[in-house]
């Protein structure tokens, strides 16, 4: 079993920036991938991020140049750098690790607003 927390959301004006935070415990060793995603109303659940065990990243187009996905391998935390945040990036943003075996664990979500 893995299980992932997130936190580092919040209330933002456009144009500013925020940093989620997930932080891993339990059977890490078994994860693959880390990604984060997110969830807007009447939308979706979208991939915005995804980092693999060797630190090769890949992001949705919308998030390209603004979003950097990172992971402190010694913390098991996994980071969402978020910066020059639109209105219509606001969703909750969750993390997910996907095991060897394709097994998805997910974490509760963190909500992002991002005001105009």
């Known amino acids: 079993q893995v299980q992932l927390v997130e936190s580092g959301g919040g209330l933002v004006q456009a144009g500013g920036s925020l940093r989620l935070s997930c932080t891993a415990s339990?059977?890490?060793?078994?994860?693959?991938?880390l990604n984060w995603y997110r969830q807007a109303p009447g939308k979706q659940r979208e991939l915005v991020a995804a980092?693999?065990?060797?630190?090769?990243?890949n992001y949705a187009d919308s998030v390209k140049g603004r979003f950097t996905i990172s992971r402190d391998n010694a913390k098991n935390i996994l980071y969402l750098q978020m910066n020059s945040l639109k209105p219509q990036d606001t969703a909750v943003y969750y993390c997910?690790?996907?095991?060897?075996?394709?097994?998805?664990?997910w974490g509760q979500g963190t909500q992002v607003t991002v005001s105009s």
């Open positions: 339990g059977m890490i060793f078994t994860i693959q991938t």
């Open positions: 980092i693999d065990r060797g630190s090769d990243t």
């Open positions: 997910n690790a996907v095991s060897f075996s394709e097994r998805n664990y």
